[in-house]
């Protein structure tokens, strides 16, 4: 029993990485709940505030507060809907709709542009 305790040791730290992180220092979490047990979610970032032990961490997690950047790249989406052709043979109306439907569902066409919103 003693023998494949060890073996397993020698495998595992043969692949694992020393990481020695400091006080202060931003780092993403794994979330401690996921959708199923493969899958894997990033949380953070969280600042270190206390080391438990070599291997484990007390963190603080940031408040969400929009940053500038995001502000940027909201503009940005609203310049690109501005440059939108839109067909002249839709009503005034219509076109205010296109428009409108075009802002409530911007997360669904980043993805077919590839920009950030």
Do not use: C
Request: aromatic fraction near 8%.
């Amino acid at each position: 029993m003693e023998y494949a305790k060890q073996k397993q040791k020698l495998w595992y730290d043969h692949r694992t990485v020393k990481r020695q992180l400091q006080l202060g220092e931003l780092v993403l979490v794994i979330a401690p709940s996921r959708p199923n047990e493969l899958s894997v979610q990033w949380v953070g970032p969280g600042e270190i505030v206390q080391q438990l032990s070599e291997t484990n961490y007390v963190h603080e997690e940031e408040e969400d507060i929009p940053s500038l950047e995001l502000e940027n790249e909201r503009s940005g989406w609203s310049k690109i809907i501005s440059d939108v052709q839109l067909n002249s043979k839709l009503s005034q109306i219509q076109r205010g709709q296109l428009k409108e439907l075009l802002y409530e569902y911007s997360n669904l066409f980043r993805i077919f542009l590839d920009v950030p919103i």
